[in-house]
């Protein structure tokens, strides 16, 4: 779901490219209550997603959170799964 840009000295490789299309065919696919862990991203990411300014992710459709990572301030992990 994700390609991996350079690595980043602390954490590891950064992503530079989210499949939105697969990323959702993922999160359909899952029974209800599921999520699915899409990548390491900046914790900017959930809500630019929550407030629909990424066209492929309908926010009334999916609930997106993140999980901070250990020794970072902005990056964190992103998770997504359908509303119920």
């Given at each position: 779901m994700e390609q991996?840009?350079?690595?980043?000295?602390?954490?590891g490789p950064r992503v530079k490219h989210i499949d939105w299309q697969r990323v959702k065919q993922e999160v359909d696919a899952l029974s209800?209550?599921?999520?699915?862990?899409?990548?390491?991203?900046?914790?900017?990411?959930r809500t630019h997603i929550r407030r629909g300014r990424f066209?492929?992710?309908?926010?009334?459709?999916?609930?997106?959170?993140?999980?901070?990572?250990?020794?970072?301030?902005?990056?964190a992990n992103l998770f997504m799964r359908r509303k119920q």
């Open positions: 991996p840009d350079s690595k980043s000295a602390r954490h209800d209550g599921e999520c699915v862990m899409i990548a390491d991203v900046d914790q900017s990411m066209a492929y992710i309908d926010p009334s459709e999916y609930e997106v959170w993140t999980e901070g990572i250990n020794g970072s301030r902005t990056r």
